[in-house]
C-alpha cells in the first residue's frame, strides 16, 4: 500500500479542489493505503468548527470522516495566525504545524498530491 501525503491549498467553498482532495484522501484510506492531510493557505479554513453550507456538501463533515478513517491531518500553524485560525476553532483531530511537517511528511510519502 502506498503512503499519500494531500496538500489542501485552497478555501473550502470557492471551488471545488478542496472537496476533491478529501474524496481522493477518504477514497484512499479505505482502500487501505496510509494518508497524511496538509492545509496550507486558505486550506486551513477546511478544518474550522461548525461549519454549515446550504448548496455544497458540507467539507467539515468530510474531514472528521477522513480522520475517523485514520487520516493523519494537520494545518500550517503560521497559515492559520495570518487567518485569525485559532487552535481552538479547528476540528478534533487536526494537529498544528509548521512546513518542517510538511517536508518530514513529503520525504515519507511515496506520492505528494497538491489541490
Known amino acids: ?14 471551488r471545488e479542489r478542496a472537496y476533491t482532495a478529501l474524496r481522493f484522501a477518504l477514497s484512499a484510506a479505505l482502500e487501505g493505503h496510509k494518508v497524511k492531510l496538509f492545509l496550507v493557505q ?20 468530510l474531514l472528521e470522516e477522513a480522520i475517523k478513517e485514520g487520516v493523519e491531518v494537520k494545518a500550517c500553524t503560521p497559515c492559520c495566525k495570518a487567518r485569525s485560525v485559532s487552535s481552538v476553532e479547528v476540528l478534533k483531530g487536526v494537529t498544528m504545524a509548521t512546513m518542517s511537517d510538511l517536508v518530514q511528511w513529503s520525504v515519507e510519502s511515496d506520492k505528494v498530491i497538491t489541490f
Open 1 to 14: 500500500m502506498a503512503i499519500f501525503t494531500v496538500v489542501i491549498m485552497e478555501a473550502p467553498y470557492g
Open 42 to 61: 486558505d486550506g486551513v479554513f477546511v478544518a474550522k468548527k461548525g461549519q454549515a453550507p446550504d448548496a455544497f456538501p458540507n467539507i467539515g463533515g
